[in-house]
Structures are given as C-alpha cells and as structure tokens.
C-alpha cells in the first residue's frame, strides 16, 4: 500500500514540474515579460530566416525580416508568450532563456490529451539587441 501511495505521489509531481523543452531555464508569465517588454530581440527561425521585432511595453509589437513588416500585440497567456499580427499568422510560445541574453521560443501545441507542450524543436531565438548574444551558437549575420 506505500509503495501505491509514493508512485501516486511520484507520477504527481512528474505531471506538475515544468517542462524543459530545449535545455534552456523556463521563464513563467511574469519572467517573461520582465525580460521582453521594452526589448527588441534580433533572432533567427530554425530554418535561418532573420527578423527583428520589438515588444512595446504597451502590449503592441512592431515586426519586420528580409520579407516585410507587421504590426501587432503581445500577451502573455498561461505562462506563453503570444504574438498576435495584423497580416502574418501568430501563435504561443513557451520560452527558455539561455544565459543572460538568449530566449528560445518553442511554439505552445496541444497534445493527443488536449495538454499544452512545447513543440520537440525550437521555433525561433532571440536576443537582445543592446546586448552582446548568448546564445549557444550565435548567429554571425546581421539585420
């Protein structure tokens, strides 16, 4: 009967720790817009597309890469990071910091049980433009 008892407990706690997608420190609601509001990240999508946005601490957001820009919102919601656009589709992030300046967004997705995760791979990284990078392999090209 313990032994019932300690692994309720144990698959308990396993279900209520946060999730470590990409082997960064998992930053929570107000983590999160302590250390974007007022930023503009320069980053990179997993397939290496360049972009630049700037997260106003209004909730309004200004975005542009090599094809354009947009405008939009920011929010936090349940402890993701959610861009919001006028034209480009936007989506929830979970978001890791990697250092001092490096955030990892890993787009928030509903599993076969209706739970949010984070997607297996990251979606985009950014920095801080006013910062020296700290990301695990900083990216050598500009915007």
């Given amino acids: 009967m313990f032994m019932r008892i300690a692994?309720?407990?144990l698959a308990l706690i396993a279900t209520?720790?946060?999730v470590e997608a990409g082997g960064g420190k998992r930053l929570f609601g107000s983590e999160i817009r302590l250390a974007l509001s007022g930023v503009t990240l320069d980053g990179v999508y997993s397939d290496s597309l360049f972009f630049s946005e700037t997260y106003f601490e209004d909730g309004l957001i200004r975005y542009h890469d090599v094809n354009g820009a947009d405008s939009g919102e920011w929010t936090i919601e349940d402890d993701t990071f959610c861009t919001f656009y006028e034209s480009l589709n936007g989506a929830c992030f979970f978001v890791e910091r990697h250092g001092a300046?490096?955030?990892s967004?890993?787009?928030a997705l509903e599993?076969?049980?209706g739970?949010?995760?984070p997607a297996a791979d990251w979606t985009s990284r950014g920095w801080n433009r006013d910062e020296d990078p700290t990301c695990p392999t900083p990216p050598e090209a500009e915007i």
Wanted: charged share 30%; glycine share 0%; net charge negative.
């Fill in 7 to 9: 692994l309720f407990f």
């Fill in 16 to 18: 209520l720790a946060p």
């Fill in 101 to 103: 300046n490096c955030f």
């Fill in 105 to 107: 967004f890993f787009e």
């Fill in 111 to 113: 599993d076969d049980t």
């Fill in 115 to 117: 739970r949010i995760r």
